[in-house]
Nanobody
Framework: QVQLVETGGGSVQAGGSLRLSCAAS?????????MGWFRQAPGKEREGVAT????????YYTDSVKGRFTISQDNAKNTVYLQMNSLKPEDTAMYYC????????????????WGQGTQVTVSS
């Protein structure tokens, strides 16, 4: 059974930090070329936040988080992380981890395994 389990969400004040983790299991990790973090705020579309390619470690970020968020991985643990610093109220959303292959780094249609999400709330 494929599982992507996100942890680390919570409530913080603006300027604070959180570290999200996503542990993958139930499939051969290397069969997916990339791991991504997406977020969805109420009333908004799901957007790609950051993606890391499993082989080689290339990373991509949406413009609004560049310089504040860092995606990383521990392939030995089948785990990907999202370090979020200098959080802003507009970062408030449900954050999802996903695994995929092919296509663009930011399009959710290119990711076929998804976690249940973890809530991040940033207060001003």
């Amino acid at each position: 059974q494929v599982q992507l389990v996100e942890t680390g969400g919570g409530s913080v004040q603006a300027g604070g930090s959180l570290r999200l983790s996503c542990a993958a299991s139930g499939y051969t990790y290397s069969t997916r070329s990339k791991m991504g973090w997406f977020r969805q705020a109420p009333g908004k579309e799901r957007e790609g936040v950051a993606t890391i390619y499993i082989h080689g470690g290339s990373t991509y970020y949406t413009d609004s988080v560049k310089g504040r968020f860092t995606i990383s991985q521990d392939n030995a643990k089948n785990t990907v992380y999202l370090q979020m610093n200098s959080l802003k109220p507009e970062d408030t959303a449900m954050y999802y981890c996903a695994a995929g292959y092919g296509g663009s780094w930011y399009s959710f249609s290119n990711f076929d395994y998804w976690g249940q999400g973890t809530q991040v709330t940033v207060s001003s």
